[in-house]
């Protein structure tokens, strides 16, 4: 059970970072989604979402090697 919990707790965050890239990928082509107005707003959007779900991934990954006492020197507490 925890196990899918953690996958969920994944997934998230991933479908945000997705999310987020396909943000950025439209105002590339100039495919304005409905919630923004102008094109700038909707990238910046979509890299702040892929910032987010990103920078959580990491961070669950690297408290979970921290953990494990898999991570190299410079990366553990002291």
């Known amino acids: 059970m925890g ?7 994944l997934l998230i965050p991933g479908i945000l ?5 396909k943000l950025m990928r439209d105002m590339l082509f100039g495919v ?3 919630p923004f107005p102008i ?5 910046m959007a979509g890299f702040l979402f892929f910032i987010l ?8 990954i690297l ?3 921290r ?5 190299q020197e410079r990366f553990r507490k002291r």
């Open 53 to 60: 779900g990103l920078g959580f991934i990491a961070g669950f």
């Open 17 to 21: 970072a997705g999310y987020g890239i």
């Open 32 to 34: 304005l989604q409905s």
């Open 67 to 71: 953990k494990r006492n898999k991570v």
């Open 3 to 9: 196990r899918i919990i953690a996958l969920i707790l």
């Open 39 to 43: 094109l700038w707003m909707q990238f």
């Open 63 to 65: 408290h979970r090697d």
